[in-house]
């Protein structure tokens, strides 16, 4: 049955911030390494990986400590986003290198999904890098973006990138197993293993509880984006990015995390 399945050619994988960093909101180099191993693996059987990575903001915090005395939050993200985006790149550079592959970087805003030639340059960006057997890692370009101009965050994204390249699958790593039927932590409450777009899910969606908010997004907005792609006939995964072969295990098709599908 498994054999039967058409492999897919073009992944999107989205990780959050919550899943790179631990409790003391450190980046875990452990977790970008198996990352990245896990994208290499994909790449040498001739699909292609494209990285979503959130990330900056913590890795900012993480080098600035409590030095920073500017108190105005949007400056605050600015400056950590400038200085942890390119702390985040050169962890992926580093890595994708040990296997002597490429990587470069795509930071965008809303705008460069507007239709017209924002679009078209955005789509000759991707396709130039992929042409090129460079791997695209894109995230929002935090330190220029303002509310016109912004996703609602990374998930948003990374569904908009899956959009535009047309790509067969799109997974969303995060620090959960998947989409659960009630709070995550709670007794009792067991990970969905389908979720079909016209489902009411609000129900099972408990973010406000959630104490661990170093990125911006959360499961509501995954959730919605994630149905938003699979509009689009994306396959659409929602799983734990620390689960060890987690992207490997669903491009081979093993039932792991949520899947969202059409009805
Ligand atoms: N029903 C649910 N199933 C899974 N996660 C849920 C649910 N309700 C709320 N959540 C929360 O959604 C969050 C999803 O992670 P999120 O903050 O989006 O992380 P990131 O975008 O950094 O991966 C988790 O912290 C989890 O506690
Ligand atoms: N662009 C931001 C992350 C924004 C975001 O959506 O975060 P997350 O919910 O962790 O995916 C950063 O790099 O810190």
Known sequence: MENKRKRPQKIVVKVGSNMLTNHQNRIMDSVLQHLVWQLVQLYEEDIIPILITSGSVAAGKEAMGRELTIKDETIRRQIYSSMGQPRMMRHYYEIFQQYGIRCGQVLATKRDFSPGKHRDNMVN???????????PIANE???????MSAFSDNDELAALVAELLEADMLIFLTHKDGVYNGPPDAEHTEVLEEVKIDEKTEQYIHDKNDTKTIGRGNMSSKLKMAKKAAKHNISVHIANGTTPNVILDIVNGKQIGTKVMQN
């Open 125 to 135: 960006c991707y396709n130039g890098l992929i042409a090129s057997g460079i791997v």
């Open 141 to 147: 370009d935090d330190t220029v973006s303002l509310s």
